[in-house]
């Protein structure tokens, strides 16, 4: 990030997640998932001289064995936990990690707060390809797609985890955190507009996946927040990817519910 202060206020101020500093790097944590007795980091970040991706991080199953995952996914294995491999197309190295690098203690309860963060929506040049990778070598399973260009993807039954679009190498479109479901949005709206944040686009429904959605952005960074609810899961793992033709995008996929988003968003 090129102003990591002034994202942790937009993160600990706008959106309630406890940010803590720790020699040089930021690290904002929300709730355990699902009332889990520890937390996790969800997003750590450093300043930079712009916003981009450095790695993402997948958890591993308790009892996956790293060295035969690591000649599976032709990659690295870089200590105990963790075995790396880099996507060739993004140049994003992708961690998987058998247990979370930092377990903190979870944060007091906030109705302000999200839940736990949900996917990441992953720019890429050929998104295609990427795409490929994720399902190839990393064992993602294809949920939908628009085209050649937008993609969602799924570590187990929610509808995606990670998700593609068209851009520029090592950059991300947007964070996905969980909110509670439609009661949750009116006093996280109201506590973001108190502080000086406004919405992007929303609230809205997308088709792909079901959920509802509200984006807001760090005007600093321009790191990009969905607060989403409601996700579809698919719990069949043989049921086909749901596909849909690129001009589908903006007349019936992107928001069911009609308004369309500002270029910012498209960009």
Do not use: C
């Given at each position: 990030m090129p102003d990591p202060?002034?994202?942790?206020?937009?993160?600990?101020?706008?959106?309630?997640?406890?940010?803590?500093?720790?020699?040089?790097?930021?690290?904002?944590?929300?709730?355990?998932?699902?009332?889990?007795?520890?937390g996790q980091a969800a997003i750590e970040f450093r300043a930079g001289p712009e916003h981009l991706v450095e790695s993402l991080v997948l958890a591993l199953p308790h009892d996956a064995d790293l060295a035969e995952l690591a000649g599976l996914v032709g990659g690295q294995r870089v200590s105990d936990t963790e075995?790396?491999?880099?996507?060739?197309?993004?140049?994003?190295?992708?961690?998987?990690a058998l247990a979370p690098g930092l377990a903190v203690s979870v944060p007091e309860p906030s109705v302000l707060r999200p839940r736990r963060m949900g996917h990441v929506n992953l720019a890429s040049p050929r998104p295609a390809e990427t795409a490929r990778f994720f399902i190839d070598v990393i064992g993602l399973r294809l949920s939908e797609y628009i085209g050649e260009a937008l993609f969602w993807m799924r570590t187990d039954t929610e509808h995606h985890n990670?998700?593609?679009?068209?851009?520029?190498?090592?950059?991300?479109?947007?964070?996905?955190?969980?909110?509670?479901?439609?009661?949750?949005?009116?006093p996280i709206?109201?506590?973001?507009?108190?502080?000086?944040?406004?919405?992007?686009?929303?609230?809205?429904?997308?088709?792909?996946?079901?959920?509802l959605f509200v984006y807001v952005c760090d005007p600093t960074s321009g790191l990009?927040?969905?607060?989403?609810?409601?996700?579809?899961?698919?719990?069949?793992?043989?049921?086909?990817?749901?596909?849909?033709?690129?001009?589908?995008?903006?007349?019936?996929?992107?928001?069911?519910?009609?308004p369309l988003p500002p270029e910012s968003f498209l960009a």
């Open positions: 202060q002034a994202t942790a206020a937009f993160l600990s101020d706008g959106l309630q997640l406890q940010v803590v500093e720790d020699g040089g790097r930021f690290l904002a944590i929300v709730d355990g998932e699902y009332g889990a007795p520890r075995v790396s491999v880099v996507d060739p197309t993004t140049e994003i190295p992708i961690r998987l990670v998700a593609l679009r068209p851009g520029r190498t090592r950059s991300a479109h947007h964070l996905g955190m969980e909110v509670a479901g439609w009661h949750a949005y009116q709206l109201d506590h973001l507009d108190s502080q000086g944040y406004k919405i992007e686009f929303g609230p809205g429904r997308h088709r792909p996946g079901r959920s990009r927040v969905e607060l989403f609810a409601d996700m579809v899961h698919l719990p069949d793992p043989t049921a086909p990817a749901i596909g849909w033709e690129p001009g589908d995008r903006m007349t019936k996929t992107l928001n069911t519910w009609g």
